[in-house]
């Protein structure tokens, strides 16, 4: 059972174009992760976030955590051909600090 | 340095065989974990290891699957008389501290195809 709902699920866009994705659940999660993961490697960690209503940059990458800690936005402006990737978000609930992920939203970045 | 490696990248083998997939976590991490990621799904919990003791197994889906790690480094997922079903990549990811907000960090995983 998936308890993260990712949103879309694939994305194509050209270059220099703005994009966000989307991750809810009816769970309240203490955290919540993005990660980045290309084809043959494992997932990269991107960002946590903690507090509800919380933002976070890194770079053309916005994040941000809802008000309920129950879902979460990225968002890229002006993608770039490297943004190119499966991005997956993951919430911690607990004190075990596992990760429960989503399926994920397929981005695909054409020059 | 180094980080997470995982053997084979990728492994074939008939229904009903038994197979072995290692990972070698970074140097000095005490905790590993194993997932698996099925073709358009994200990673599924399967089983964590604090130093040599298997702090949470409640992610493996049955009694085929056991995984090890001995002297609380590498570790090895052992899977007994495989089923298609069990077709998927499996990821070893390695923190500093168990049961932390210490990142994980992912291997490339080891790609497992049951004809």
């Known amino acids: 059972t998936q308890l993260l709902e990712q949103s879309p699920q694939f994305l194509s866009i050209q270059e220099g174009e703005n994009l966000t994705v989307y991750c809810n659940s009816s769970s309240v999660f203490s955290s919540l992760q993005w990660y980045r993961q290309e084809p043959g490697e494992g997932p990269v960690l991107l960002v946590t976030v903690v507090t509800g209503g919380e933002v976070k940059k890194l770079k053309r990458l916005t994040f941000q955590f809802g008000d309920a800690r129950k879902d979460s936005s990225l968002h890229i402006t002006a993608a770039q051909p490297g943004d190119t990737g499966l991005y997956l978000c993951a919430g911690i609930s607990g004190g075990s600090y596992i990760p429960t992920f989503g399926r994920g939203t397929s981005l695909i970045v054409h020059p | 340095g180094a980080g997470v490696s995982q053997t084979p990248s990728n492994k074939v083998t008939e229904k009903g065989k038994y197979v072995e997939l290692r990972c070698d976590p970074i140097?000095?991490?005490?905790?590993l974990y194993w997932y698996r990621q099925s073709l358009g799904q994200g990673p599924e919990f399967l089983i964590y290891?604090?130093?040599?003791?298997?702090?949470?197994d409640s992610g493996l889906p049955n009694d085929r699957f056991f995984a090890v790690r001995p002297e609380g480094s590498v570790s090895t997922l052992k899977i007994q008389r495989t089923e298609r079903g069990d077709s998927a990549v499996y990821l070893c990811?390695?923190?500093?501290?168990?049961?932390?907000?210490?990142?994980?960090?992912f291997g490339p995983g080891t790609r497992l195809t049951v004809l």
């Open positions: 990811a390695s923190s500093l501290i168990g049961g932390s907000p210490h990142e994980q960090f």
């Open positions: 140097s000095g991490h005490t905790a």
């Open positions: 290891f604090q130093g040599t003791g298997a702090a949470d």
